[in-house]
């Protein structure tokens, strides 16, 4: 039992000889400012400029301005634009669809979709609101327009509506051609 302790003991002992032999090691000697002679302060300055190059060159490209305060955005791409402005903001996208679905036909659209969107890794919530009406959720609004690109490519897609604005899916384009033909 005693032995045991004795043990315990001399490898603390080491644990804690090591890592204060390593810290007196790691340590420079630092001389008193006020001792400083010409030579000392010199020696200082052409190692702080030394330091400040390196970081320099490490930094380079860290500096450039972002695409969104480079200029005025007079001419820009609408989608570019509104991404720009809601990146970080949670954005709602409905999607209606096609025809008079039941509330269990829109769901099955909607988990279809909302699949299809988290395969392609978009972090989306999907809720059915209405028979034909289905809520998609983004926490980064910036992504709103990449999802609207896939909802309205789809066949059971009448609209697709962010923020107020309407965009027509593929649906509305076959569902006009139909009432047209009858």
Known sequence: MHSDYLIVFFVLFCTL???HADDRS???IKKDPLTYTGD?????????????????????????????????LVGADPDKLFA?????QTTMIF??????????????????WWTALRNALFDVHRYVVDTDRILFLVQDG?????????????????????????????GSKIQNLLLKEL
Request: glycine share 6%.
């Open 95 to 112: 999607a209606i669809v096609t025809g008079k679905p039941t509330k269990r036909e829109t769901t099955q659209i909607a988990d279809i």
């Open 40 to 72: 000392d302060v010199e020696k200082l300055s052409q190692e702080w400029e030394k330091d400040d190059e390196d970081d320099d060159d490490e930094e380079e490209g860290k500096h450039q301005p972002s695409p969104a305060k480079q200029g005025p």
């Open 142 to 170: 910036s992504i709103a327009y990449d999802i609207k690109d896939y909802l309205i490519k789809q066949l059971r897609c009448l609209e697709v509506v962010i923020d107020n604005q309407s965009f027509q899916g593929r």
């Open 17 to 19: 000889h090591t890592i």
């Open 26 to 28: 790691n340590k420079k």
């Open 84 to 88: 720009t402005m809601k990146k970080g």
